[in-house]
């Protein structure tokens, strides 16, 4: 069973329709037991960080998520769930994160002619590291965005693919061992999205970078 | 590199798509869902829907079809018609759509764009304008002029202004759909669309009066469209979604070709 944590920022529809369409079993839930007790867990998330924190925290969703990605459960965060992984966001005026990963979420840059702010639509996701979650997608092939912030790992050895906007190479997949987090939406991201998430769907937590 | 979207669009009145002249003369086209499904295949990037049928008769969106869509293609689409408060766009986006538009409720109560993009954030909300021509520069600026209601009712506010004001209220992209050009095949309103998009900082969707390929072509290149519409030049079978991706890809315009 894969649970998605319902943390209540942004829709959680299509995450759990596309999932369905791969015939995984899924069940959106806010418990932090249910959570722990999943195969898997995938972590969405859409909206502003300050808030969306504050409401992992009250729910005291935090400390599951952290031993969950402990224990070594397949564990993919998706938008803002991709984000908050990290230890620090530069949006909200600066947000500490679940610090799972090591690095930063900065700001794209603003005023940049032919980079309008937020990145909405389909851009090239290049492969820099094998990783299960990336069987049977050519590197290169479009997947759908949309962002104002991107994750800036501190360990290139965290970075899985890298996608290009506004003057900015940045880390569109990151993750280490069991974790794995896309800034882009696999759910809306077409026949490569319901791939993306049937590996995961199978993915057992290992072959990620830096194991 | 971000790629241009190519945007299927789906007029539905009474659960069917509909296609008329400037929201005249409609024929039925087919089912929504398997239109949808179709374009889709075919390697649309987005989609979006347009209850013309709730619009006009006050009635709410038709969230059953948007329901059997959000099961059965998984690329962004969007919704208007009928959408007229925070609670009517949380339906249909809980229904399964990535983003909602709204129209003449928008200039009717603008903070409707303010609240829905607190609620559910600016990169759900899309402001659709039906703009037309207007020759008083001393009160439409821009020349042009924002019709509500299917083009039947004119406003009084310049296009680029209420644009610009949508902008600030917080809507995350914007549809410039033209009233002059709609339905003709006769290619988008370029001057219009450049003049929105250079002075805006959001997405702008050129729309209406795509006939032939080479207008996409035109209105990416010539007015920064960042998405443009289509709906006759594929409706009547005359185009697939894939044919003329194929054609701006070799022009090089950036496309997304596997799909």
Not at chain 1, 113 to 137: C, D, M, S, Y
Not at chain 2, 98 to 109: D, G, I, P, R
Not at chain 2, 141 to 147: D, K, L, N, Q, R
Request: glycine residues 12%; contains cysteine; negative net charge.
């Amino acid at each position: 069973m894969i649970a998605i944590v319902d943390y209540g920022a942004g829709n959680l529809t299509s995450v759990r329709l596309a999932l369905e369409r791969i015939a995984a079993r899924v069940a959106v839930t806010s418990e932090p037991a249910a959570i722990l007790a999943a195969e898997r867990v995938i972590f969405p998330g859409v909206g502003a960080i300050g808030a969306a924190m504050a409401r992992l925290k009250a729910a005291g969703l935090d400390g599951a998520l952290r031993e969950t990605v402990a224990r070594g459960t397949p564990f993919l965060g998706i938008c803002l769930g991709a984000q908050i992984v990290f230890e620090h966001s530069e949006e909200d005026g600066g947000v500490a994160g679940l610090g799972l990963l090591p690095g930063t979420v900065p700001a794209f840059p603003r005023g940049l002619p032919g980079a309008k702010i937020p990145q909405i639509g389909w851009n090239q996701v290049t492969f820099r590291l094998p990783h299960p979650l990336f069987e049977g997608i050519a590197s290169g092939a479009e997947f759908y965005f949309v962002h104002g912030y991107y994750p800036a790992p501190a360990d290139p050895a965290h970075v899985l693919a890298e996608t290009d906007y506004a003057g900015r190479t940045f880390a569109s997949v990151a993750g280490q061992d069991n974790l794995a987090v896309t800034q882009f939406h696999p759910e809306r991201s077409g026949r490569v999205g319901l791939k993306l998430l049937e590996n995961f769907a199978r993915w057992d937590g290992k072959g990620g970078a830096a194991c | 590199m971000l790629t241009k979207r190519i945007i299927p669009c789906l007029d539905i009145r009474d659960r069917k798509v509909t296609k008329g002249v400037r929201f005249q003369n409609n024929v039925t086209v087919g089912d929504p869902v398997e239109l949808a499904v179709r374009y889709c295949e075919e390697g649309c990037d987005e989609l979006v829907f347009y209850d013309i049928g709730a619009s006009a008769e006050g009635r709410p969106t038709d969230l059953g079809m948007v329901r059997e869509t959000a099961q059965a293609v998984f690329i962004p689409f969007a919704v208007g018609g009928g959408i007229a408060s925070v609670d009517d766009m949380r339906q249909v986006l809980l229904a399964g759509a990535e983003k909602v538009s709204v129209n003449t409720q928008a200039v009717l109560h603008p903070e409707l764009i303010a609240e829905g993009a607190r609620e559910f954030g600016s990169q759900c909300i899309v402001l659709g304008m039906d703009p037309v021509r207007a020759d008083d520069r001393q009160q439409f600026p821009s020349g042009y002029e924002v019709t509500v209601r299917g083009f039947r009712q004119r406003t009084g506010l310049d296009a680029l202004a209420w644009a610009r004001r949508a902008e600030e209220l917080g809507c995350g992209e914007i549809v410039v759909n033209s009233v002059d050009a709609d339905g003709t095949g006769a290619g988008y309103e370029i001057e219009l669309t450049r003049l929105i998009a250079r002075h805006t900082g959001i997405p702008v969707v050129a729309s209406g009066g795509a006939g032939k390929p080479a207008d996409l072509a035109e209105v990416f290149r010539r007015a920064d469209a960042d998405a443009a519409i289509v709906a006759g030049m594929l409706h009547s079978g005359a185009y697939t979604v894939g044919a003329i991706k194929r054609e701006l890809a070799e022009a090089g315009i950036p496309m997304r070709m596997v799909w």
